[in-house]
């Protein structure tokens, strides 16, 4: 059964959090404008909506966008395969 006197805590990983922020910081003025309105401002409204919000247009919006995934992943390790 449940047990209801237990409840699970959340504990973010500081670390973790620290290594992506450094790596986000790093890029250049562009690639962290697109990041954080994709991801922290507007993270529930489509790309269109969010390249318009940012006084950008969309293809140049998705360009930035893949150009800072790209970015990331190589400073934090991950394959793009």
Same mark, same amino acid.
């Given at each position: ?25 790093? %890029?250049? !003025?562009?690639? #962290? ?7 922290? $401002? ?22 930035? %966008?893949? !150009?800072?995934? #790209? ?7 991950? $394959?793009?395969?």
């Amino acid at each position: 059964m449940w047990d209801e006197d237990e409840t699970d805590q959340i504990v973010p990983d500081y670390m973790d959090a620290d290594i992506v922020e450094t790596a986000v910081c790093s %890029l250049r !003025e562009e690639l #962290r404008v697109v990041i954080k309105a994709r991801y922290v $401002s507007f993270p529930y409204h489509n790309l269109n909506h969010v390249a318009h919000f940012i006084r950008m247009s969309p293809r140049k919006f998705q360009n930035n %966008l893949d !150009e800072a995934h #790209r970015r990331l992943s190589n400073k934090l390790g991950e $394959s793009n395969e």
